[in-house]
């Protein structure tokens, strides 16, 4: 059972477009949210998080977005740069669930020149 | 940031052996670490949570008597997959989480993981 899900395993965007990952959950008890970004034979690194009494948290060139009505958030990164070129997941967890997290599949992200 | 390292990187074994991964904080100390497996295409599946000084939760599905686990120090987890098989073979990643409970989730710092291939 795939409680979160990002339905697209790939994305190409150019270089200073914006690239959009999905992601979508079926949890109702998630309240708080995170992507994370991988690099080939690499740990994942946190990128950005939302807790689910927010619709929108920005960092940088890195905004999430979310919509828990649809149970689905998308990561915007503006503007796209090459070194942005990884697999991007989403991950969910639940509120006293001791951190424990639960990953979406992955979207490998190019950024072409 | 933290780091966290897994050693080693790559590993080959016959099956039947048992397979030792550790996984190290390097500048910090975490009483809490995760072990999770992830298949090609596919997320990183949670197995296990360690708890330093206490035995693992492990999650469901997950054989306790096939992966050991161990949390002998704040520092180091080890993972041992006893009696290994082919379907054994997978990409094991381990994290561990800085800070006290009820922090912030998203300090969870990833190793780089472990290739596990066995014949």
């Known amino acids: 059972d795939q409680q979160v899900k990002q339905n697209s395993p790939s994305l190409s965007v150019q270089e200073g477009r914006i690239s959009i990952l999905n992601c979508d959950y079926t949890?109702?008890?998630?309240?708080?949210f995170l992507w994370y970004k991988k690099y080939p034979a690499e740990g994942p690194t946190f990128l950005i998080s939302?807790?689910?009494?927010?619709d929108k948290n920005e960092d940088g060139r890195f905004t999430v977005f979310l919509n828990k009505s649809a149970k689905h958030l998308s990561l915007h990164i503006v503007p796209s740069q090459p070194g942005d070129s990884a697999v991007y997941f989403c991950?969910?967890?639940?509120?006293?669930?001791?951190?424990?997290?639960?990953f979406g599949t992955g979207t490998q992200l190019k950024v072409e020149l | 940031g933290a780091v966290v390292s897994q050693h080693p990187s790559r590993v080959i074994c016959k099956s039947g052996t048992s397979v030792k991964i550790e996984c190290r904080s390097l500048?910090?100390?975490?009483?809490?670490m995760f072990w999770y497996r992830q298949f090609p295409k596919q997320s990183l599946m949670l197995m296990a949570t360690?708890?330093?000084?206490?035995?693992?939760?492990?999650e469901q599905g997950v054989e306790k008597d096939k992966f050991l686990i161990n949390h002998a120090s704040l520092t180091l987890s080890t993972l041992t997959v006893t009696s290994a098989h082919p379907e054994d073979s997978s990409f094991y990643i381990c994290?561990?989480?800085?800070?006290?409970?009820?922090?912030?989730?998203?300090?969870?710092?990833f190793g780089p993981g472990t290739r596990l291939l066995v014949l």
């Open positions: 500048d910090f100390q975490a009483t809490t």
């Open positions: 949890n109702s008890m998630f309240d708080y």
């Open positions: 991950a969910a967890s639940v509120k006293g669930g001791g951190n424990k997290l639960t």
């Open positions: 994290s561990a989480y800085l800070g006290l409970a009820g922090g912030p989730r998203e300090t969870q710092y």
């Open positions: 360690s708890n330093e000084g206490s035995k693992a939760t492990y």
């Open positions: 939302i807790s689910s009494i927010k």
